[in-house]
T-cell receptor, first 112, second 115 residues
Framework: AQSVTQLGSHVSVSEGALVLLRCNYS??????LFWYVQYPNQGLQLLLK??????LVKGINGFEAEFKKSETSFHLTKPSAHMSDAAEYFC??????????FGAGTRLFVKA | DGGITQSPKYLFRKEGQNVTLSCEQN?????MYWYRQDPGQGLRLIYY???????QKGDIAEGYSVSREKKESFPLTVTSAQKNPTAFYLC??????????????FGPGTRLTVL
């Protein structure tokens, strides 16, 4: 079975500071991992995905994530936060079949 | 432009009423999904469908029903048996050519409120 744990339901950073959103996964087979972003009252939009081609994945809006098998982690980072990054972020895992398992989400606040 | 549309954006239901949420996609995707989103609980899978005229229950199917008569459409009915239907509902679709590495694309959501 697959599962995803996002550490921290809320993260607050200052504008210009590093953004780090943590995600750990559990999977009995090689996983495929995703990060999505959701703005208020909207659907989810794909930020990036890992499909085993490269462990460091670059996405949209300056975000990137690194797959670390030994740590079963797929943390999302951005070097410098912008006010427009304030949103909810979801980590997800797909490991066979047609289902994708989503984490509970981390809400990012950006302070001016 | 290709994408997923959901309607209505806001829906109000009285106690004992059935309501139907619409989901249409023009991405030519085979698989479609319905999720329920509650604050702090992430996304929970209600139903999913891999092909026309076939669908499977997800983790929280009780009180909901679906149909898949056309590839483009996957409506969700929230029945009176669903005791706590107030939530944000998201529809998604996925192509299956790439297997489970394919990305799920989401619609804009429908917010359902019980009066």
């Amino acid at each position: 079975a697959q599962s995803v744990t996002q550490l921290g339901s809320h993260v607050s950073v200052s504008e210009g500071a590093l953004v780090l959103l943590r995600c750990n996964y559990s999977s009995s087979v090689p996983p495929y991992l995703f990060w999505y972003v959701q703005y208020p009252n909207q659907g989810l939009q794909l930020l990036l995905k890992y499909t085993s081609a490269a462990t460091l994945v670059k996405g949209i809006n300056g975000f990137e994530a690194e797959f670390k098998k030994s740590e079963t982690s797929f943390h999302l980072t951005k070097p410098s936060a912008h006010m427009s990054d304030a949103a909810e972020y979801f980590c997800a895992v797909s490991a066979g079949g047609f289902k994708t398992i989503f984490g509970a989400g981390t809400r990012l606040f950006v302070k001016a | 432009d290709g994408g997923i549309t959901q309607s209505p954006k806001y829906l109000f239901r009285k106690e004992g009423q059935n309501v139907t949420l619409s989901c249409e996609q023009n991405l030519n995707h085979d698989a479609m999904y319905w999720y329920r989103q509650d604050p702090g609980q992430g996304l929970r899978l209600i139903y999913y469908s891999q092909i026309v005229n076939d669908f499977q229950k997800g983790d929280i199917a009780e009180g909901y029903s679906v149909s898949r008569e056309k590839k483009e459409s996957f409506p969700l009915t929230v029945t009176s048996a669903q005791k706590n239907p107030t939530a944000f509902y998201l529809c998604a679709s996925k192509g299956l050519a790439g297997g489970f590495t394919d990305t799920q694309y989401f619609g804009p959501g429908t917010r359902l409120t019980v009066l």
